[in-house]
């Protein structure tokens, strides 16, 4: 017993030697906080899009769901060209459009005649969904799948019916091909179509017509590690917009009661809502081209290298992921002109933050944690599990890093550290230069940080830098800060 407490006294006495009377144990979290699947499925940051189906060979963006299935008749298809596209992109995964509102199916579904068993690829003895997934496989890539709900082929949408179809039918896909990252449920939702000959106009209520709580719960059963993707969650959340950015302000935090596949209230999916009571991050779903499907026409419209990396900017570097679209054509090919770009967008990318000019800098923070394990030696680890943080009670403070010479500089990140919840609502960043320090005009709001901030400014030439945190939700949690000078 003496030993014991000798022992302890003498642990206590060397603890405060080591500057260890600070506090090291973490921060309590500020909830909402992400699953550790929602941060895993963050950290992916980029990811392709497939959209493939009839709509490519009849020039369509939205089929009417009574297209001849003979019409499809890819010749060259080749889902290792997708995933080879993805992996030089940069890119963690593909999801594809396994059906799309048309009603026609990618994979051989035991429930509908409307597939791919009917068409001349393969004779009919082809299965596209398997074919990705090999292919992801092979590559190291995750999939995810895109299941519309609106189904204009089939007569029974729009009565109970179709919920067991189409329930049938997402367990097809969440038991045969293998883990899937998302599941991806649009919000365009009724409306007219074929519906079995019937051709008319059938509205749902959008809110309860699914039952979307038996079809999350079917996917949690199924595939536990999937994200939801619905206008409003759980897993994540639409952005509002089609065109691939999220707010300069976005919290990853959503009132989620108040939003159901279908919400129109747009702006507030861009910005989430700073009050939520869940954790769903935002994805940008963008398409390479003005259209989600290919179009001959619209080779001349490609995304330039430019807009690509300015989206990755606006979508990735405000807090959200980037889900990029490729117009698979008529070959069953990524063209050409689409994965030069992609393929340039990554390598600009690398050539703008490649190099944090922090990595070895000299960081004084107005307050710390303790010396030891949130030291402000994590910023530039390198690792997004290790963090700076001050004490409790402390949400503002100022980080200054000084480096060994001036360098010039026009690019800044920041990451929170999220598993502990998004914290931060307002940060500002100076340098330093002739005796004064000068504020850094990024052109945007510099409130929100979460997984991932990026800022972009004209070309400073300095030797320090200070970031000021003025405003946060609890003690502050940063994993990583970097600055770049982007080649002009
Ligand atoms: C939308 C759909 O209506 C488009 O056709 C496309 O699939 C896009 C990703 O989602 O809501
Ligand atoms: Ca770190």
Known sequence: MRLTSRLVLALMAWAAAMGMGAQTVPPAAVVPVPSAQQVAWQRMETYAFVHFGPNTFLDQEWGYGDADPQAFNPTRLDCEQWARTAKAAGMQGIILTAKHHDGFCLWPSRYTDYSIRNTPYKDGQGDIVAELAAACRKYGLKMGLYLSPWDRHQASY???????????QLEELLTQYGPLFEVWLDGANGGDGWYGGAKEKRTIDRRTYYDWPRGRALI????????IFSDGGPGCRWVGNEDGHAGETNWSLL??????????????LTGGHADGDAWVAAECDVSMRPGWFYHQREDTAVKTVDQLVDLYYRSVGHNATL?????????????PIDSARAVAMRHRIQAELGHNLLAGANIKASNARDKKQFATRQLTDGNPDTYWATADGVTRATLEFRLNRPQRINRLMLQEYIPLGQRVRAFSVEYYNQGRWLPIDPGEETTTIGHKRLLRFGTVTTSRLRISFTDSRGPLCISEIGAYCAPS
Do not use: C, M, S
């Open 255 to 268: 009132r989620i009661d108040e939003v159901y596949p279908g919400y129109e209230k747009y702006q507030e």
């Open 323 to 335: 889900l990029l679209n490729f117009p698979v054509d008529r070959e069953g090919l990524i063209h």
């Open 158 to 168: 729009g009565t109970p019916l179709y919920l067991e179809y189409y329930y049938a």
């Open 220 to 227: 949690a059963r199924l595939q536990p590690n999937a994200i």
